[in-house]
C-alpha cells in the first residue's frame, strides 16, 4: 500500500510525518557536526600557512613571529574552537638522496684548491620553517554531540626562509676574488692581471 506522507487525515499528522521528526533531526545534527569539523579543519591549514610564513619571513625570533589572525575560531555561535602553532628550524635539503646538498657538493667540487671557498661557505646548514598546528572545537549543544568531546585537527606546513646569496650581502660582495688575488700575489703572477681583480686595492 502506497503511504502518502502529506496527506492529512482528519485534520492531524499522518504517523509517518511525525516519526521522521527526530530522524530528520539527528541527520540535521550530524550534517552540522561534520560540516564544523570540516571548517576547523580548513581553518587550522590556513593559520597554520600564515603563521609559518609569518616566522619565516620575520626578523623577529621565531617563536613570537609564528602568529596570524584567527578570528575565524571566534566567530561561531554554540561553538568552542582554538588553535595554535609552533614554528621550528627544518633541515631544507635532508631530504635529498638523488643530488648532494649544495654546499657539500661545492665542497666537493673545490676539492683541488678547498681555499677557494673560504670567504663563501655556509657552515651553518640551509633551514626551512616548519610549522605545526593543532586546533580543536567542541559544539556546546545539544548534550549528546557536547559528550563527545572535543575534536582535534592537526596541520603541517614547510615554507623556505627568504634568505639569498647574491652579490650585495657579506661575504659574497667579495666572494672568491681576495682568495685568487692573495694566491697571485705569492709569485708575481698578479702583474698578467693589473686590471682584472678588485681586491688589488686592499
Known amino acids: 500500500m502506497r503511504i502518502d506522507l502529506i496527506r492529512r487525515r482528519r485534520g492531524s499528522l499522518s504517523l509517518e510525518a511525525v516519526m521522521i521528526v527526530p530522524f530528520a533531526i539527528v ?13 576547523t579543519r580548513q581553518e587550522v591549514a590556513v593559520f597554520t600557512r600564515a603563521s609559518t610564513v609569518s616566522a619565516a619571513s620575520s626578523t623577529l625570533p621565531r617563536i613570537v613571529a609564528c602568529d596570524a589572525d584567527r578570528t575565524p575560531f571566534g566567530a561561531k555561535p554554540g561553538v568552542s574552537a582554538s588553535a595554535s602553532v609552533s614554528c621550528s628550524s627544518y633541515r631544507a635539503e635532508q631530504g635529498l638522496k638523488r643530488e648532494k646538498p649544495f654546499f657539500r657538493a661545492l665542497r666537493d667540487g673545490a676539492r683541488p ?24 572545537f567542541l559544539l556546546s549543544q545539544p548534550d549528546f554531540l557536547r559528550k563527545q568531546g572535543a575534536v582535534t585537527s592537526r596541520q603541517t606546513y614547510l615554507t623556505p626562509e627568504p634568505e639569498f646569496w647574491d652579490h650585495g650581502t657579506k661575504p659574497y660582495t667579495a666572494a672568491h676574488d681576495p682568495v685568487i688575488w692573495q694566491a697571485l700575489r705569492q709569485r708575481n703572477t698578479y702583474k698578467l692581471f693589473p686590471n682584472v681583480f678588485p681586491s688589488r686595492y686592499n
Open 113 to 136: 684548491w678547498p681555499q677557494i671557498l673560504r670567504d663563501v661557505d655556509r657552515k651553518e646548514p640551509v633551514n626551512d620553517v616548519k610549522g605545526s598546528g593543532s586546533g580543536r
Open 27 to 39: 541527520v540535521m545534527l550530524t550534517a552540522r557536526y561534520i560540516v564544523e569539523g570540516m571548517l
